[in-house]
């Protein structure tokens, strides 16, 4: 079982997170695509009623085991979109639910924001993480975005399940 708190993404815990996630994505990036360009996360961004960051813990909350957060980023075309943004389980935790389990509050969060659609980018070489979204009813869209990191781009329609 795993439960959630939400903090700031400067929080000592976060940052701490953060870095091993970029860290672990500079080291398995395509040499072909360059070096990786490693993103700062806005603490505005990640903000309630606009967003939120959240560290997964387990139960009895003796460890942290995820991050991930959500971001609003726009309304186009008459849906209210957020963002998955560094969705991320440390090494010793994956494989277990974990990261299905974070996803999974994300979209419960972004829903209560009004969100009706939740986009997010990844890089093939994340194939684990490719198979999560695909998984999780996310549909291979256009780029909705220039970031340089990225090679797939992912949406899901928040409201068709709540139909």
């Known amino acids: 079982m795993v439960s959630f708190r939400t ?11 953060l870095a091993d996630y ?5 080291a398995t990036f395509p040499v072909a695509m360059g070096v990786y360009q490693t993103p ?8 309630s009623p606009r ?19 959500i971001r609003f980023i726009d309304h186009l075309s008459g849906a209210t979109r957020f963002e998955v943004k560094h969705l991320w389980v440390v090494p010793t935790a994956r494989g277990t639910g974990i990261g299905r389990a974070l996803l999974n509050e994300l979209e419960t969060r972004a829903r209560a924001f009004g969100a009706s659609e939740l986009v997010l980018d ?6 684990i993480a490719g198979q999560l ?9 256009a780029p909705y975005n220039t970031n340089v990191n990225a090679t797939h781009w992912f949406a899901k329609n928040l409201t068709t399940e709540l139909e």
């Open 122 to 127: 990844t890089n093939a070489t994340q194939a």
């Open 40 to 47: 700062v996360p806005a603490p505005a961004h990640f903000r």
């Open 7 to 17: 903090v700031a993404v400067t929080d000592p815990t976060a940052a701490l997170m």
């Open 51 to 69: 967003g939120a960051f959240l560290i997964a813990t387990s139960e009895d909350g003796s460890f942290d085991l995820g991050c991930g957060g």
């Open 133 to 141: 979204y695909r998984s999780s009813g996310y549909e291979q869209i």
């Open 22 to 26: 970029f860290a672990s994505r500079a």
